[in-house]
């Protein structure tokens, strides 16, 4: 949908399609090309609202839906909240994960590749934590046959 905040979230100067290509080691940003990754225009921008207790996401990977594999971006909008975002850093070299846990601020990120680390949400108790949850992916990478089950798994009903 043509809306300010996917403007915002696709144009390739601006700092968040700077910090995945960054991040994915694409140097060349703001001059669309094989290697930049752009907003996925098949994965909608969702909003996650958690502010029930318990609210939260159990381990899970990211599914891939792309190939190449897709990059999942969950930007922080707010955070009143005692939610812990955790995931397993593989240590090279070995078959062991360390685990790290965060509590995101406001206006902070984190940068998931699909298939990658094991993440989740601890269940909320107290406050409120709103985000966004989008997708950037290579341009002109393509869709995987059959991933649209896991595009609107967390769509309103």
Known sequence: PDCK????????????????????????????????????KHVPVEVRIYEKSGAGM??????????????EVV????NSSDCVTMWEDVIKGSD???????ETCE???????????????APLRNGRRVILKFVFIKDGATFIVGAEKHINQFAAS
């Open 5 to 40: 905040i996917v403007r915002i979230l696709s144009n390739p100067n601006g700092s968040v399609a700077r910090l995945v290509n960054e991040v994915e080691g694409n140097t060349s940003s703001g001059s669309t090309g094989s290697n930049e990754m752009v907003l996925s």
């Open 58 to 71: 159990e381990w899970h990977s990211d599914d891939i839906l792309f190939d190449p594999a897709q990059v």
């Open 75 to 78: 930007l922080t909008v707010e």
């Open 96 to 102: 062991t994960a360390k685990r790290v846990e965060v």
């Open 107 to 121: 206006n902070s990120a984190i940068l998931i590749k699909a298939g990658g680390a094991r993440h989740r949400v």
